[in-house]
C-alpha cells in the first residue's frame, strides 16, 4: 500500500512541475542572406488553464549562395524577444523559461 501511495505521489509530483505551454504558430522565414525561425506560445496557469499571455522565440541563420547552392552556416541560439539577452539551445527551453518569468508555466 504504501509503494502504491508513493507512485501516485511521485506522478503528482512530476505533474506540477512539468512545463505546459500551447504553440500557437512556427515560421521558417527568409531568402538570400538569412533565414530565421519563429514560435509563439502561449502559457498555461499552474492549474492548466490556458492564459492569455504570449512568449515569442526566435533564431537565425547568416545564409550564403543562392537556390540548390544555398547554405546556411548553423543557427544562433534561441532567444525570447522580450529579453534577447538569454539564449537557449532549443525553443522548449526558452518557451519553459518565458513563461516561468510571467509567473506561469
Known amino acids: 500500500m504504501k509503494k502504491i501511495l508513493f507512485a ?4 503528482f509530483i512530476v505533474a506540477q512541475s512539468a512545463d ?3 504553440v500557437l504558430s512556427s515560421k521558417e522565414l527568409g531568402k538570400n542572406d538569412a533565414k530565421n525561425q519563429n514560435v ?3 502559457c498555461t496557469t499552474d492549474t492548466g488553464k490556458i492564459s492569455n499571455q504570449t512568449c515569442s522565440l ?3 541563420a547568416k545564409c550564403t549562395g543562392t537556390a540548390q547552392n544555398k547554405r ?3 543557427w544562433q541560439p534561441w532567444r525570447d524577444l522580450q529579453s534577447p539577452s538569454k539564449q537557449y539551445s532549443d525553443w ?3 518557451a519553459s523559461a ?3 518569468a510571467k509567473g506561469l508555466r
Not at 501516485?8 to 506522478?11: A, C, L, P, V
Request: with cysteine.
Open 20 to 22: 505546459a505551454y500551447q
Open 72 to 74: 546556411c552556416n548553423g
Open 92 to 94: 522548449r527551453s526558452a
Open 98 to 100: 518565458c513563461c516561468r
Open 58 to 60: 526566435r533564431r537565425y
Open 40 to 42: 509563439v506560445v502561449k
Open 8 to 11: 501516485i505521489f511521485s506522478i
